[in-house]
Every structure is written in structure tokens, then in C-alpha cells.
């Protein structure tokens, strides 16, 4: 069984982003973190791998710019056998439709019985890319698992719904989309950080692959929205009930 | 050019998010809904109440509907038109396969639309809401994603739209997916998304059952509904349905009562709107009380208790 794991490198949440003054991009450091959303998709791709057994793979599908490649040695170092990474200066600001496709070509020429993603990315999260992957793919969508188990052929989930969740079940080949809270991630050990060293990683452009980026949206302007101001805060010594009650009171809802 | 507004169905009814849409796209002329559910006389005549003048309907009985639904939809929308979804997530589902099949981009998270000139501009909101981008697609149609709430539903006077019954296509294996059972998570108090109160609980709550119990007592006081973040719902302290931000539901509610809660990005989108915004925190640091009107650095334990208690005394 091929599983696959689409992940992405973003510059580290805990710093603060630059846009490019001139494209509006996010400006992406050489050294980028793999995105925390990511590790379930990783995650739960392993157990998988484990269950099935030798003849399973785990292999790692990623659109970034390379950098220092940190982010997919995260992920590698959590027990994925290899990596393709997909680098182009010609998909800088790619929009979700032109990742899917360049992603559903590499996976396509590489071989897959199953495809997961996160839900969206914690930078960019547009939260349609594994659809459109899917589609273009033939294959079904199982998204928003909270969820997952395998029978022999058979893919099933637990689906989150608005009021609650569905039990939904698919064939091999699917894509599948994994929430965070799916399964707990495994920290990479000394061992993992020092395999994933020498584990492959291959990359491709988007001519090895024959997509041609379309640019399809442009953005037109980006503005600082006017911050909600700050109110008061004030340090708890027993009493700070009250303030929050002298609130309520004049919000009329006691 | 035609609007489509996309419609799945709820518990019988219209989703809340495709009445949002509804009420802005009728302004702009003709609005075909694609609604994929069973279907009923008071569903499409909400649907009507509210701006639409064509309901295609697909009713794809077990099978997970995302993907006849969007090969279906790619036979209907023209080059000049503009297709809207909301958040939930069948809808997601359904642009981004509907997307694919049309070679189109995708406009998402959008808090605003705006179809002067030839263009769809689209607002969105990134860096946690701090900064606007617009946004233009340059080539029709155009599929856009819209965030719940940011246009408030408000009933019309149209009156029932003529419905076109649309066949299952056969999509071969894309169709695959069945759905087995749906399970419905039961919780007390209002609807979170209605709700005019809502008390929120995060990570500093510190557990499950009586960690948790301050937040249901208050809520239940207040006749507040109670949300929860990412960290407590992933922790299984309550269902994911409560579950408020970015990946969850989105409120904006009159008062917002933080509870332990740090105020990650994934949370403040969900939340940021609110009118009165109360916080209570240990960590003076914590990002929640750069949005908060009312900031109480303090342990949580003790806080609230103290607030219920006084509360009761009333």
C-alpha cells in the first residue's frame, strides 16, 4: 500500500510574518517549520504504514520553496520513508487550484492507494485544496475525519458534521483530510532526527511534472485593519469578579 | 451573469450560512440556489423568502454528495458567473471539487464581496484579522468561499422559486464515499452560532468534567451557550461541535466571556467580532487581552467561581 502525505513548510507562526511590499506574498525564511496541522496527517499516515505492514509506504508530497528542506526533515524524522518536494520560482503565490494540480501530477506519476492532508494550512488556509486534489484525482474526498480506520480495501471515518458526526466509508483509492485532534503526533527521537538525515528527497519542477501555473487571481490591495483597542485589565486580587459583574451591567445582560 | 448560492440542507432546513448569501446576492439580480438535500415546500420557500429565483435540487440519498454534486453544479454555472459557498463542511467539499472540474481559482475565507467594474474583488482577513487583502479573480466563472456571519440573513419577500429536480450524474469511483450513520451531538443551553451569550472555555480550565464545570455553571447562568477551543475540543474535554475558530464555528455573539483561554489566531477569527469581550487569564502576556474590553489576569479557578457565586446571590 502507497500512502502519501501532503505537507507544507511555513515560516514559524511564533514569528511575525512579512509580506513582500511588492507581490503581497509572505515573505518565506530559508528555514521554515513543517505546518503543526500537518504533523496529524503524518501521524496518522504512520499507524496506517504500521497496521498494513512491510509492503506499506509512507512518502511525503510537498509544493514549497525547499529552503533548508527543515520542515520536511520534521516530518521525515517522525518515520516517513521519503519525500518529493516540488520547487519552481513560477509558483510563487500559487493559488489553491494550481497546488492541487501540480501536487495530483507528481502523485500521479509517483503512485498512490491513499492521499492525506490537513483540513487547510495555518498560513494560507483557503481549506479547498484536498477537495480539488480529489477531484482531480477521481477519487473520493473522505474530509474532516476525526476518525480513521481501515478494513482490507476499505477507507472509514468519522466525519465531523455541523451538530455532531457522520460514520462514512470509501474504497482505495481516496484522499483523505485529517482534523487536528485526530490521533496524538509523535515526537521525532534522536534516532528519527538522525534517520531522516540520509532518507531520500526528491524534487521536481513544474516542467518534470507538465503543469504550466495559470495565474487566475491577483491581489489588489492590503491594508492594516484598525486593531480593536485594548480595554482595561486588572490584576485579580479577589475582587476582580466584581469588575467583570459592573460589566455585565452595563451590557444590560444581568 | 447568474449567482450561485450553494444550499445543504439541515436537519430539514436551508444551512444558516446559505441565508447569509442569499441576502446579499439578491441585490445583485438573479439567484439560482443548487440545494442538495431532500428537500421540502417550507425548505425551498425559506429559500425563496430570501432571494432565490431558481432552486436546482440533488438528492444524493447515502452517498457522500461532494462529488455528483460538484459535477452536477459544472454542468449549470456559465463562464460569466459567480458561485457562492459558505464554510460548512459539505460545502467546502463541493467548491473545491466544483473548482477543479471548472479550471477555476477559488476566493476563500471572504468577508466581503464586491462586483463593481468586471470584477469579483473579494476581502479577506489574514495575520488573525489584523490585515484586509482584496483580492480579484481575472477569469470567470468565479467560485467564492464566504465566511459564516459576515453577512447577516435578513427575509425578503420573494416568493417560491420554481425547482428543477437535477439527476445523480455517474462520477465512477469519485462518488464512492457512503454515508453508514449520522450521529448527532446532543448539547445543552442555545445554539452556539445564536446564541446572544456565549462563555468559552480553553486549555486553562485545565481538564474534563469538574475542571470544566465553572464554564457550564456560568453559561447555564447567563442562559449563555458554551464554546470551547481547539486545544480543549482536541483534548476531548467536549464535543468538536463546540468548538469555536478558525476550523470551528464562528460567533458573534453580544458578550464573549474567555475563560482560560490564551487567545491563539485559530480562536480570535472565530470569536474577534464580539460585542463585549471579557477575559479572564493568568498569564498577563496573553494575547486574548489585546482584544478583550475587560481583562482580568487571574487564576481562573478563582475568578469564576467568585462570579458564580455572586451571580447565584443576585
Same mark, same amino acid.
Given at each position: 500500500m502507497k500512502i502519501a502525505v501532503c505537507v507544507k513548510q511555513i515560516p514559524d507562526p511564533a514569528a511575525p510574518y512579512d509580506l513582500d511590499?511588492? #507581490?503581497?506574498f509572505v515573505v518565506r525564511p530559508n528555514d521554515q517549520v513543517l505546518d503543526d496541522t500537518d504533523r496529524y496527517g503524518v501521524e496518522v499516515g504512520l499507524q496506517l504504514v504500521e497496521q498494513v505492514g512491510e509492503e506499506a509506504t509512507l512518502t511525503l508530497v510537498s509544493m514549497s520553496p525547499a529552503g533548508s528542506l527543515q520542515g520536511i526533515r520534521q516530518a521525515l524524522a517522525m518515520g516517513a520513508d521519503r519525500a518529493i518536494v516540488i520547487d519552481d520560482e513560477t509558483l510563487r503565490g500559487a493559488d489553491a487550484l494550481t497546488t492541487a494540480k501540480v501536487l495530483a501530477a507528481a502523485l500521479q506519476e509517483d503512485g498512490f492507494d491513499l492521499v492525506i492532508a490537513g483540513?487547510? #494550512?495555518?498560513?494560507?488556509?483557503?481549506?479547498v485544496m484536498p477537495q480539488q486534489l480529489a477531484e482531480l484525482l477521481g477519487v473520493p474526498s473522505m474530509s474532516f475525519a476525526r476518525k480513521v480506520d481501515r478494513d482490507g480495501d476499505t477507507l472509514r471515518i468519522e466525519r465531523q458534521t455541523e451538530d455532531g458526526y457522520a460514520v462514512v466509508e470509501a474504497p482505495f483509492p481516496a484522499v483523505l483530510t485529517v482534523t487536528s485532534g485526530v490521533v496524538e503526533p509523535r515526537y521525532p527521537n534522536f534516532k528519527g532526527i538522525m534517520q531522516a538525515k540520509k532518507k531520500p528527497i526528491e524534487t521536481r519542477s513544474c516542467a518534470d511534472l507538465g503543469v504550466v501555473p495559470e495565474v487566475q487571481q491577483v491581489i489588489q490591495s492590503v491594508e492594516p485593519i484598525p486593531a480593536r483597542q485594548a480595554g482595561e485589565v486588572v490584576e485579580d486580587e479577589g475582587e476582580g469578579y466584581l469588575k467583570i459583574i459592573e460589566k455585565l451591567e452595563e451590557a444590560k445582560v444581568i | 451573469m447568474t449567482t450561485w448560492v450553494f444550499c445543504e440542507e439541515q436537519n430539514g432546513a436551508p444551512s444558516a450560512s446559505s441565508l447569509e448569501l442569499l441576502t446579499k446576492a439578491r441585490s445583485w439580480g438573479d439567484v439560482a440556489v443548487f440545494y442538495v438535500g431532500a428537500g421540502s415546500d417550507e425548505a425551498f420557500a425559506a429559500l425563496g423568502e430570501y432571494g432565490a429565483t431558481t432552486i436546482h435540487q440533488l438528492d444524493a440519498g447515502d452517498a457522500l454528495p461532494a462529488a455528483v454534486a460538484a459535477a452536477a453544479m459544472s454542468d449549470l454555472v456559465a463562464a460569466d458567473d459567480i458561485a457562492l459557498f459558505g464554510m460548512g463542511y459539505t460545502a467546502r467539499d463541493v467548491a473545491g471539487r466544483l473548482s477543479a472540474r471548472l479550471g477555476c481559482t477559488v476566493l476563500s475565507n471572504a468577508t466581503d464581496i464586491d462586483l463593481g467594474g468586471d470584477q469579483v474583488r473579494v476581502s479577506n482577513e489574514i495575520l488573525g484579522g489584523t490585515t484586509r487583502v482584496i483580492t480579484a479573480a481575472t477569469e470567470g466563472p468565479v467560485v467564492v468561499v464566504v465566511r459564516p456571519k459576515v453577512f447577516a440573513a435578513e427575509a425578503g419577500e420573494g416568493a417560491i422559486p420554481p425547482v428543477t429536480t437535477v439527476a445523480v450524474p455517474d462520477?465512477?469511483?469519485?462518488?464512492a464515499g457512503t454515508v453508514l450513520e449520522r450521529h448527532v451531538e446532543e448539547s445543552e443551553g442555545p445554539d452556539l452560532e445564536a446564541a446572544a451569550i456565549v462563555v468559552g472555555g480553553g486549555r486553562g480550565m485545565g481538564g474534563a468534567d469538574d475542571k470544566w464545570e465553572p464554564v457550564a455553571k456560568l453559561a447555564g447562568l447567563l442562559g449563555a451557550a458554551v464554546g470551547a477551543t481547539r486545544a480543549v475540543v482536541d483534548a476531548g474535554w467536549v464535543p468538536y461541535s463546540l468548538q469555536i475558530g478558525q476550523t470551528g464555528k464562528t460567533v458573534k455573539p453580544d458578550v464573549y466571556i474567555a475563560c482560560g483561554i490564551s487567545g491563539a489566531m485559530q480562536h480570535l477569527v472565530g470569536m474577534k467580532d464580539s460585542g463585549l469581550i471579557v477575559a479572564i487569564n493568568k498569564d498577563a502576556e496573553a494575547p486574548i487581552f489585546s482584544i478583550a474590553d475587560l481583562g482580568v489576569v487571574g487564576d481562573v479557578h478563582k475568578v469564576v467561581p467568585a462570579l458564580i457565586e455572586a451571580l447565584e446571590a443576585r
Open positions: 511590499p511588492d #507581490s503581497h483540513t487547510e #494550512s495555518t498560513d494560507g488556509y483557503a481549506g | 462520477v465512477g469511483h469519485a462518488g
